[in-house]
C-alpha cells in the first residue's frame, strides 16, 4: 500500500509500504477513506518530536472501513465505518479507568507517532474495541473526522480545561483550526465574550464569522494593552494558549484575571518563562492536557444530529495520492488561507 | 504606642507611633496580645514587595482585644476578644461574593503591606465585621494566632488547590513553618504517603514527627532522583511548592505524575522556568492562590475543641517589645531551629 | 401609600398602608416602579404558607429608583436606579459567607414573606449594600425585573443544580414562567435535548418558540411513556420538576436515567413519595434549593448587554393600582394565556 | 461442586452444582477461598429483590485463586490469587467509559443476582480483565474480602456521595457493617463529629470504638431531637442512611441542615415519604448509588500497606461448609453481635 512516511527532521515521503496486519487480538487494520493533517504533524517534520522516528508513517486522525478484525474484538465487524480516535485506550489500566485515556499504559497518542499512523491506505488500530467509534454509513466523513483530534482537543484541552461558563470572557490565543475548534466549542458554555487574537487578519475575519465578539491583531505587539483595555483593566476569565511558542504563553499570563484560568492547549517546544512573581497571588489555574477524547461520543451525536457544524473548519481537499501537495500547502496556512484540509482516499 | 516600623531595605526599628484611630464607620481598633512574624515580613524587609513603603507597621498576624469600635460595626464590642484575619473582607465586592476574599476591591492582603499591621501595640482593622472571628475568652492565643495566616494558607493554597485526597502521594518542598502547616492540614484528607523535602535535617526530623512518612535532604541535588525512585518512577500526584524560589519550583515539575497537581504556596521574587515542552501532554494543573481565609472558621472550630494542635508551630517565645530580637532568631531559622515566634504584649 | 395586602388566606386588598421608614442603618426605602406577580404570591393566598400572616405587603420583585438611604449604607444613593432581589443578603453570616445567601440569619427570602415586600409604592429593603444591584437609568424596566426572581431561581435552582451540560437531554416539567426560564437559561448550557411536558398546548407552543425540541402534553396520563420512548427507555439525563405537585415530582423520577440528576424548583405543600425501592440502586441525585441569586450578576450583564432577552416571559402590562386585576388574569393563567405581568406604578 | 443455593423466599440450601465453566473468552473462573455474607443477601431471602430466581448460588464478595481462563483475558494467569468486586465492568460501555460500572451494560450487580455468585467452592467471573483485582500471595483474606463490597460502598454510597469534608457534623443512621464501613470510611476526611444512630447498644459501643464521636440510641423514638439539641438545632451536614426502610431515612430528612447532604446507602424495599412540603427550599442533595467500586484500587492499597484496618468489621469465622449455620447467626445479628463472618474455604 502507499503511505505518508516521515524520514528525519524535514524528510518526508509518498512511497510504497507493507500493508498493516493484526498483531494483537484486539487489533483491527481499518481501510482509511478520509484523513486530514495536524499541525502537530508539522511539528514532527521540524524535529521537535524526537520520540518519532526515520520510517513511521504519519497521522492520527481519520475515517474509514473495517478491513480486518482480531479474534478478540467484539464491537466491530469487516465493513463496518468507523472513526478514528487520535488517542488509543486499553480500557483497563489505571489511567483509562479513571476517564484519562490520554496516558493510557498501552495507549495514548500512539498512532502516526511511536506507531504506524493513519495517512495511508490502510492502518492498524490497537485496542479497536476502546479507541473506534462506529458511524453510520451515510455520516458525512469530512465533518466527522475532525473528531479524530481537533474537536475534543479544543473542547477538553482548551474550553473544559479553562472552565469556561456563561458570562466569562474568553480569550483565545491563536485562530489557527485548533484556536478556532476552541472557539467552537466555547460556544457551548455561552461565554459573554469571547476574543480572539492571530496575527493573520484572513483567520480573525474567519473568527468573526465563527462567533468571536472581539479580534485582535497581534502583529503590532500591543495585544496585552488592546485586552486590557477592552476588560477594564480586570483581564479574561480565561485564557486558551492554542499556539504554542513562549510568546503567545506570555500574552495569556499576561491578561488573566485573578481568580482565571489559563488552559494550555498548544504543543510546545521549548521552556516558558512563567511569573510567578507577579501571579503567585493571583489565584491562577494553569492546565496543560493531552486530549483524552472522553468528550467524543457527546461531540460525534453532536455533529450528526446538525448541532455542530464541524465541517466549517474544512478548507481544502486533495486526493490521498496528493498528499504530498496537501502538505506543501498546510505548511503554508497563513499564505493559502488553509485551516483544515481534507485528504480522500478512492482506493477500494 | 510602639510598634516594629518598616524603613526600607533592610531597616526596621521598634519606635514610637501614633495609636491607631477609627477612621471609617466600619473599622475597630484591637490592642493586640500576640502576634508572631511570618516570611513574607522577611521578604519586605529584603525589598521584595516594592508596595511596602517607608515607614509601615509590619505585620499581619495576631490576636488581640477590641479597644475602640466604629460607628457601623454590628458584631463586635468593646472588650471582645478577637481572631485577626491577615486577608480583610469587606464581604459586599464581587470578589468577596464568590469567596475570594483575597482579592476584596477594598481589602485582601492588606494589613502591614498598604496599611499598618499588627507589630504593634495597637491596630485598626477596617470591615471589622468580615475581618475578625470572635474567641472565647479562655481560648489559647498561641495556637488561635496561628491561623490568622499560616494554617489557612497551608491548607488553602497547599491542600485544597492541590486537590490531596485518600490515598495520594503528596510531595511538600520546603518544611518551614508553611511547609509544616501544607503537612499537617494535608493530614485531614489521608493522603497515602507525605514527602516532605528540605536542606535541613532538623526541620526534615520535626517533619517526621508530624506525620511526614519519607523525608528527603535536597541538599545533595538529589532529591528528584530520590523521590522517582519512590514512586517506581511514577512521579507524585500532588507537589506542594512552599519555599518560593525557581529551584524548589523545579523539583515540583519534576516530580509531577501525569495528571498530578503543582500548589505553589510560597512567595516568589522571580520569575520561573515552565517546562511546557515536556509538561504540555502531561494533563497537570498548577495553582496560585493568595489565602482566602474561608477555612478559618473551620479551622478555628478544630483548634478549639481540640483536634488540631495548631500550637505545633510554635518554636520560641518573645515579650513584643523583643520584637527586634525575635526578627534577628526568626531570621536565622535554620540556626536557630526556629518555626514560629510567638510576641506576647503585656501592656494595657 | 397603596399597597396590595394579604388578609389570610384568599383574601387580598389594595388598600392604604403606612409609607415604610429606615429602621436599620443599613436599610434603604426604594420607590417601587415596576413589579410583578410571582406563582409563589398565589400559593401564599391559598394558604400555603402558614408563616405569611394577615396584613402583610405581598411580594418579592421589583425595580426602583432609592428614595431614602439608611446612615450605613456605602453602596447607593438617593435617586439610585436599582433591581431588587427576592432574596435579602447580609454579607457577613455563616451562609452568605459560603455563598448560600437564601439561607442568611437575618434575611433570604423575607420580602413579602415576613417583611413587607415590593407589591407597594414604597418598600424599605434590608441590608441594602448586599441585597439590590445598581441599575443603568436607561434599563428596561420590564427585562431587568425578570431577574429578582424567575431568572436566577430556573438557572439556579434548575439548571446548575441540574447539573445540564452540553449533549445532555433534559426534561422540564411544567412550562409555566418559572420552566420556561429554566428553558431558557438551560440553553446556555448547549443540551442536546430539552423535553418539555405540560398540560397546556399554549403554554407548549410558547416553549417550541422558546427552543424546546420536543413537547409533551401530559394531560393524557402518558407522558411517562412517551418520554422512555422517545430516549429508546434510556431516560432523561437530567429532570426539572417546575410546578409543585406528587403528580409532576412522579414523572419526574420515573423517567430519570442512571447516574441522572432531578432538580426540584417547584413549592411544594405536601409530601411526595419517592420510590427509593427502586432508586436506591439508580446513582441519582436530587436537589432541592431556595435561589440564593448568586448569578444574578451574570445575568444582569447579560440582560444588558442583549444576550439575553429576559422580557419574553413577559405577556400581560397593568398598572401597579390595577393590581387586583392584575391577580385575577394571573390567577387564571391557562385561560388568560399569562405568563409574567408587568405592574408599573406612575406614581412619584 | 458445593454451593449455597436460593430457593425462593425463606428458602436456601448448601447443596452439588454443577463446577463453572468459561463460557466467553474474557471470563475466569475463581476457585473461591474466602467469602462472607452481605445484608442484601437477607434481603433476597425475603424476596425483595425478585431477579434473583430460584436456582441462583448467592453471594458477590470473595477472594481466591485463579482455576481456568478464558482464551481473551490479558491480565490474569492460572494461580494468581485475586478480589473479586462485587460490581462487573466490561471497561468498554458508555457507563464503564465514564466510570459509572454499577451500570455497565453487560455488568453491574450480575453476581449472586442475575448470575450465579461466589458463596460457592468455584464461580465465574465474565469481564474478569475489568473485575479483579490481583493480589499479592501472601496478603490477608480476611481483611481484603471486606473490599468486595462493603469498604467500597460505604465509602462511595456513604461518604463520597455526602461530600463528607473536614469539620463537618456526620450523622449515620444504622451501626450495621456499612454504617460502620461508612463510619471507618468518613475518618479519611476528618468530620468534626460522627454521630452514630442504632437501636443496638452493642453496635454503638463498637461504633464509639471505631471513632463516633457521639452515639444516640433511637430505640426511644427521640433521636431527631437528640440530635437536633446536639447541634444547637442547626442540624448535620451530612446524614447518611444505611438500613433501608422508611423509619431511617425519615431521621436523615428531619436532622438535615440547610444546605447538606443525605446520602442513601440502604437497599430499600419500599417508597418513603420525602417532605417536599418542608426541604423544597432548604437547598439539599439526596443520593442514591449502587457502588461502582472505582474506589477498591486506593483502599486495596490503603489496606495492603496497613493504613486501614479493614479486618476490625470481621466478627465471626466458619469454614464454607458451615455456610448454612453462618446464615442463621448472620441473620440474628443483634443478638449474636455479628458483623461481618468470614467463611472460608479448605477445598483444593
Not at 487489533?27 to 520520540?51: E, M, N, S, Y
Request: charged share 20%; glycine share 10%.
Amino acid at each position: 500500500m502507499k503511505a505518508l512516511v516521515y524520514h528525519g527532521r524535514g524528510n518526508r515521503n509518498w512511497e510504497d509500504k507493507q500493508k498493516p496486519k493484526i498483531i494483537d487480538a484486539t487489533d483491527v487494520v481499518v481501510r482509511v477513506t478520509t484523513t486530514t493533517i495536524c499541525g502537530t504533524d508539522l511539528h514532527i517534520l521540524k524535529g521537535d518530536l524526537p520520540a518519532v522516528t526515520d520510517g513511521r508513517i504519519l497521522g492520527h486522525e481519520g475515517v474509514g472501513v473495517i478491513d480486518e478484525v482480531g479474534a478478540n474484538v467484539v464491537s466491530f465487524h469487516k465493513g463496518d465505518k468507523v472513526l478514528i480516535s487520535c488517542v488509543t485506550s486499553c480500557g483497563r489500566c489505571s489511567f483509562c479507568r479513571k476517564g484519562m485515556f490520554s496516558h493510557c499504559r498501552s495507549g495514548g497518542w500512539i498512532l502516526g507517532n511511536t506507531i504506524d499512523g493513519t495517512q495511508a491506505e490502510y492502518v492498524r488500530i490497537p485496542h479497536a474495541d476502546t479507541s473506534l467509534y462506529p458511524l453510520p454509513p451515510e455520516s458525512d466523513e469530512e465533518a466527522v473526522v475532525m473528531l479524530s483530534d481537533i474537536f475534543p482537543t479544543g473542547l477538553e484541552c482548551g474550553v473544559l480545561n479553562g472552565q469556561v461558563k456563561p458570562g466569562d470572557i474568553v480569550a483565545i490565543i491563536g485562530a489557527g483550526p485548533i484556536g478556532l475548534s476552541a472557539l467552537l466549542t466555547a460556544k457551548l458554555y455561552s461565554p459573554a465574550e469571547i476574543v480572539m487574537v492571530d496575527m493573520d487578519d484572513n483567520r480573525l475575519e474567519i473568527a468573526r464569522s465563527f462567533g468571536a465578539t472581539q479580534v485582535v491583531n497581534s502583529s503590532n505587539g500591543k495585544a496585552i494593552e488592546t485586552i486590557m483595555t477592552f476588560t477594564n483593566s480586570a483581564g479574561v476569565d480565561v485564557a486558551i494558549e492554542a499556539v504554542g511558542i513562549p510568546a503567545t504563553f506570555d500574552i495569556c499570563q499576561s491578561i488573566i484575571a485573578p481568580g482565571g484560568h489559563i488552559a494550555n492547549v498548544g504543543v510546545h517546544g521549548k521552556p516558558v518563562e512563567l511569573h510567578l512573581e507577579r501571579l503567585w497571588s493571583q489565584n491562577i489555574t494553569l492546565t496543560t492536557r493531552l486530549v483524552d477524547t472522553i468528550t467524543t461520543p457527546m461531540l460525534l451525536q453532536a455533529v450528526l444530529s446538525g448541532r455542530l457544524d464541524a465541517k466549517k473548519l474544512v478548507s481544502h481537499r486533495f486526493d490521498l495520492t496528493d498528499i504530498m501537495k496537501a502538505y506543501d500547502t498546510f505548511a503554508n496556512a497563513a499564505k493559502e488561507r488553509v485551516l483544515k484540509v481534507i485528504l480522500k482516499s478512492t482506493a477500494k
